[in-house]
């Protein structure tokens, strides 16, 4: 006859591997629950950067747009000399200034991007000093303006382009990331309940 002490650890020793497979049972349930809140955590922070940086190539092509704007402004004065022609040089001045602060609050994380504005807004300011605000004057030499203007110009048209192309370059790159990361997540939420659910059958088999 066994004793009592006998009988406990021989029960003990019976449901020792139903007690594992609680526990692990436990613990799977508890990791998916974690993980999964780390996948959509990390889900949502590469969808912010993706809209961020669709931010910024919005803001950038205003910019470019704003600029391109003076100079057609610019171009249509010395050909008709009439104040009218100057409008759309005169809105774009607006809109560049706002696209301009707001790019500095979206770039302000990425050195290289506000390195390229700074040069933008320094050779904006040329093309301003130099070329623009002398035709609006008068003051422009009649000689080669146009070409003098272009000149100037360019540089600050290549500036923004080469904005754009790196902001797409994170573009593509951030949304191959939050593919993988949409990936991983499906299959997560796939093979964690048939994880599961193969813990549970366990539980129940050992309980018969």
């Not at 809140?37 to 950067?49: G, N």
């Not at 939050?178 to 366990?202: E, M, W, Y």
Request: charged letters at 15%; one cysteine or more; hydrophobic letters at 50%.
């Amino acid at each position: 006859m066994l004793r009592l002490p006998g009988i406990l650890k021989f029960k003990t020793r019976l449901l020792a591997p139903l007690y594992t497979s609680v526990f692990v049972l436990v613990i799977l349930v508890l990791a998916r629950a974690g993980l999964g809140i780390w996948l959509d955590f990390r889900r949502q922070d590469a969808s912010s950067w993706v809209r961020h940086t669709l931010q910024v190539q919005s803001q950038a092509e205003l910019l470019l747009n704003a600029a391109l704007d003076q100079e057609t402004g610019i171009r249509g004065y010395l050909l008709t000399n009439a104040e009218s022609s100057l409008e759309p040089y005169k809105s774009g001045q607006i809109d560049f200034n706002k696209a301009l602060a707001l790019l500095y609050n979206l770039v302000a994380d990425n050195p290289a991007q506000l390195h390229r504005l700074n040069e933008i807004v320094v050779l904006y300011n040329r093309w301003q000093r130099e070329y623009a605000q002398l035709v609006v004057l008068g003051a422009a030499p009649e000689s080669n303006t146009t070409l003098a203007g272009k000149l100037l110009f360019d540089p600050l048209r290549s500036q923004v382009m080469a904005m754009l192309q790196h902001e797409e370059e994170l573009l593509a790159r951030r949304n191959q990331q939050l593919h993988r990361l949409d990936q991983t997540f499906h299959i997560f939420n796939i093979l964690a309940p048939v994880l599961i659910l193969v813990g549970f059958g366990c539980n129940l088999w050992l309980l018969h």
